[in-house]
């Protein structure tokens, strides 16, 4: 019930954000109390707008799964290795300031677990997460500025599983495995360097000139 609220609540957000870009109204203020004057700002940014498609790929660092590994009684855990959180996106940039996309998380960390009497290490500890969500993304300003802030809202599932195997291979313990809801709300910042050196470049030119 709490997980069907949630989902709710965030498809409302993102039907609420990209409605309200186009909100505006004619005399002192618009719908959504925005100023007079918004709307025309906002075709305007249509205007010399062109969709595209936005590539990025990440790595994160620390993974923090590996405090998801269970303990034992009567052992200890080693140092961890990991790899990723390695996080891929793909976003359709539809309008100036909302995009749409899929990003996709994978992860996977292990460690070993040692017997508190011996000191030998007895078994290998692995978890695995892999996550595939749908984004939407609000940028908060122009993509004429250098420095844009933007809020992403995503969701989706997660398909985790950990495993405890001893050296030769047999089981050394049970692990759930099983698909959960996956979510995410964060906020960040766009830097658009590319158009900044462009056109310190073309001032450059224009003094030389």
């Known amino acids: 019930m709490r997980k069907g609220i949630l989902v709710g609540l965030i498809l409302v957000a993102c039907f ?7 909100g ?4 002192g203020y618009g719908r959504y109390g925005r100023p007079r004057g918004y709307r025309q700002q906002q075709f305007r940014e249509m205007e010399n707008f062109k969709p595209s498609l936005d590539v990025s790929v990440g790595y994160g660092f620390p993974n923090l799964d590996k405090y998801l590994l269970s303990d034992f009684y009567g052992y200890y855990q080693g140092n961890a ?3 990723g959180p390695i996080i891929a996106s793909l976003d359709y940039h539809f309008a100036p300031r909302m995009a749409i996309g899929v990003m996709v998380n994978y992860g996977k960390v292990s460690r070993p677990y040692y017997d508190f009497n011996t ?18 993304t609000r940028y908060m300003g122009s993509a ?8 992403k809202t995503a969701i989706g599932f997660n398909t985790g599983s950990a495993t405890y195997l001893a050296s030769d291979g047999s089981k050394a313990a049970n692990a759930d495995d099983g698909t959960t809801l996956a979510y995410q709300v964060g906020l960040g910042v766009q830097i658009n360097a590319y158009k900044t ?13």
């Open 16 to 22: 609420y954000e990209g409605n309200a870009q186009y």
């Open 81 to 83: 290795t990991q790899t």
């Open 197 to 209: 050196a462009a056109s310190l470049w073309k001032q450059a030119m224009e003094n030389t000139l």
């Open 24 to 27: 505006g109204g004619y005399g």
């Open 144 to 151: 004429r500025q250098t420095v844009v802030p933007y809020m």
């Open 119 to 136: 000191g030998q290490q007895d078994f290998t500890g692995s978890m695995t997460n892999t996550a595939v969500l749908l984004n939407f």
